[in-house]
């Protein structure tokens, strides 16, 4: 009997698993290249495929998204939902409006974060496609300390401050204790590395925005590159080296002040 046409196949394209760098390590970390990401729709949303990068399900208390608008394409409803979330433009434009109000221009860099119940709707008026990266979480409320209120801004217009051994610019102004939700954009010469092994807590999503490098993560020491996702369980040792010979970036999730008692 010959070999099914569907097992030829296979064998001859054997090596793409040995070249598969998508890791998943539960409670420890996870890289998720874009070339092993799968879409799907989403609901209430027209000409947009969703890549989901991190959930509950794989230990995460944040959802995290990047989603594809395609030209013409964005929310198709105005949305109003219970969490805070932030939205930040790797690749095209977006218009996005809240509240009802008059549209932002959101270009490349551009990035918004929403408190909880901050009604909006974001369309593609341009002639490509979008990528958008979402992330929502639910906002920990604290008696006294009032919920900000929303940003539109671009990564651009905000100060970058030496921080260890690179430059952090904090997209969400969390040395103020309203924000529960730490976005940093972290920027890093060919050559700099960590001055310390980090373990800490707070969890991350990582979406590399440009670059390359090594992160060492629980004693295992990977490649990582521009459109890389990586998710840090609670904890998990971290290092970065930046190789290559261009500066390397990301952005980077990570919840801050709170105390943790809304686990228990
Ligand atoms: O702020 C941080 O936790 C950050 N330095 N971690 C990281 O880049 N892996
Ligand atoms: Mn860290």
């Avoid at 939902?81 to 809240?98: A, C, K, N, T, W």
């Avoid at 924000?179 to 991350?204: C, K, R, W």
């Amino acid at each position: 009997m010959g070999v099914p046409q569907t097992q030829k196949l296979i064998v001859s394209d054997a090596d793409v698993t040995s070249r598969c760098r998508c890791i998943n390590k539960p409670g420890s970390y996870m890289i998720f290249p874009r070339a092993n990401r799968v879409e799907h729709n989403l609901p209430n949303f027209n000409g947009v495929q969703a890549q989901v990068l991190s959930t509950p399900q794989h230990g995460s208390k944040f959802v995290e998204h990047e989603l594809l608008v395609e030209a013409g394409g964005g929310t198709s409803a105005v949305r109003n939902e219970e969490f805070e979330q932030f939205l930040y433009v790797l690749e095209g434009e977006i218009d996005l409006s809240l509240d009802g109000k008059k549209a932002s221009k959101l270009p490349q860099g551009g990035f918004s974060w929403l408190p909880p119940h901050c009604a909006y709707e974001f369309t593609n008026k341009g002639k490509d496609r979008s990528r958008v990266v979402w992330i929502r979480r639910r906002y920990v409320e604290v008696a006294g300390i009032s919920i900000p209120a929303p940003i539109i801004s671009h990564e651009s217009d905000v100060k970058g401050e030496p921080v260890d051994t690179y430059i952090e610019k904090h997209l969400t102004p969390y040395e103020s204790l309203g924000f529960d939700m730490g976005i940093n954009l972290q920027t890093f010469d060919p050559g700099v590395y960590f001055s310390f092994v980090e373990a800490h807590v707070m969890e991350h999503g990582l979406y590399m925005l440009s670059g390359c490098g090594l992160y060492w993560l629980n004693h295992d020491l990977i490649e990582v590159q521009k459109d890389d996702f990586i998710y840090m369980a609670p904890f998990c040792p971290q290092f970065y080296y930046a190789m290559g010979w261009e500066k390397s970036a990301y952005l980077l999730y990570k919840d801050v002040n709170r105390d943790y008692t809304q686990f228990l």
